[in-house]
């Protein structure tokens, strides 16, 4: 039986370390020394109830993370002034003082509104505009998730070579299209490509992106057998908990995201509670 507990534990550790291995081999900036996967904060991540998609909330979550870096995820939109601003919604009504479709609004009406925190309680924080969230986080151990929200890719792309900012960046790409329009422009910023079936794995494959530079973005209905057909290929996995749906907007038992890197190889976790999740894999 002591054996047999043995055993498992030596696989269970070589096959962290095969995923560690691959983390560490990316073009992201992870040093030899980081353990674990890297955590990313969904919307800035929702441990406090600091507005989503604020500066405010994405220092908290990398001030008090017990390890870096870590990463954070916001969503980009272009206003009608042509100016490029971090909103998840196609509108500002649910979480500004404001209404009306973000590419129908003039910047100095955006300029104007206010971010509402998890309570609903209106604030003193802005809308803050994208080149302003890589100037403050250029020279941070943090990792930036960028989740293009319209035909702008080429826009965001432009401004983080800008400020230098492609090896600390990773791109989501939900299509085909997009994955492809980002191969063309970035040859040292991280993509994520949606990788549900073998249809859409063996359609990546044709665009030859170096190993280096994706990530296969799986869910729960990625088959196991891709999923291993994936890691022979050294190319990074990564999964979304989207805690909101899936669990009442409330955290997984520790257990649960502590098994993704042993069970599934999982490098990159995304997360509505990143210093929760990132705690966990704290030494």
Known sequence: MHKFIFLYSL?????AANCQSVLNSTLLPIPESFSGPLVVGHRGGFDVGLPENS??????????????????????????????????????????????????????????????????????????????????????????????????????IKQVKLIQMESKCILLTFTSENTKLALQVTSKMMISALVQNHEQWNSLLGLNIPSAQLIAYINKDTPEDLVNEINTKKVLLMTDMSESIRNKSIHFDAGYYTSLPVNRKIGVIITDYPLFVNNLFCN
């Open 11 to 15: 696989l269970m550790l070589t096959l």
């Open 55 to 156: 500066v405010l909330l994405f220092d908290y979550t990398l001030e008090n993370a017990c390890r870096t870096p870590i990463a954070i995820e916001f969503d980009v939109r272009k206003s009608a002034s042509g100016s490029l601003y971090i909103m998840h919604d196609e509108t500002v009504d649910r979480t500004t003082n404001g209404t009306g479709k973000i590419s129908n609004l003039q910047d100095s009406y955006i300029d104007t509104l206010r971010l509402n925190d998890r309570n609903g309680t209106f604030t003193s924080v802005k809308i803050p505009l994208f080149i302003d969230i890589l100037r403050h986080f250029k020279d941070k151990n943090i990792i930036l998730m960028l989740d293009v929200k319209g035909p702008i890719f080429e826009e965001v």
